[in-house]
């Protein structure tokens, strides 16, 4: 579970650079560079947040509870909300939209998770 999450941060950090520089250099249609600024920070915080995470599972692979729980939303999160914002910048279907509220509840989950984590551990 910790490599597929570092997977995930490190493909969500690589697609939030490349979402950034297509913003700034060749996204002509301000709607679209707006799409791919916002997946940019969201997916980065978020990729960063998820190595974060790993760091505190000290070596340890976490089986259940608040940590799985901010892994997985975290994960989802980055996929779900920056994937489907970076897919309508690019052209894709406007339903995709329904997508992104669904990744950003995923990171919010990640958030009270992680919150819950710090004040049960010991």
Not at 36 to 47: E, I, K, P, S
Not at 50 to 58: C, F, Y
Not at 72 to 78: E, K, L, T
């Given at each position: 579970?910790?490599?597929?999450?570092?997977?995930?941060?490190?493909?969500?950090g690589l697609a939030s650079v490349a979402a950034g520089a297509l913003a700034v250099h060749l996204a002509e249609e301000p709607k679209a560079a707006e799409l791919?600024?916002?997946?940019?920070?969201?997916?980065?915080?978020?990729?960063t947040a998820?190595?974060?995470?790993?760091?505190?599972?000290?070596g340890r692979e976490p089986r259940r509870g608040a940590a799985v729980i901010a892994g997985?939303?975290?994960?989802?999160?980055?996929v779900l909300f920056s994937g489907s914002l970076f897919a309508l910048a690019a052209g894709a279907a406007r339903w995709l939209g329904w997508v992104t509220p669904?990744?950003?509840?995923?990171?919010i989950v990640g958030w009270a998770a992680l919150a819950t984590l710090a004040l049960r551990r010991r």
């Open positions: 579970m910790i490599r597929l999450w570092l997977a995930i941060a490190g493909l969500g791919l600024r916002t997946g940019a920070l969201y997916g980065m915080v978020h990729a998820l190595i974060a995470l790993i760091g505190l599972a000290q997985w939303s975290f994960a989802f999160g980055i669904v990744g950003g509840l995923a990171l």
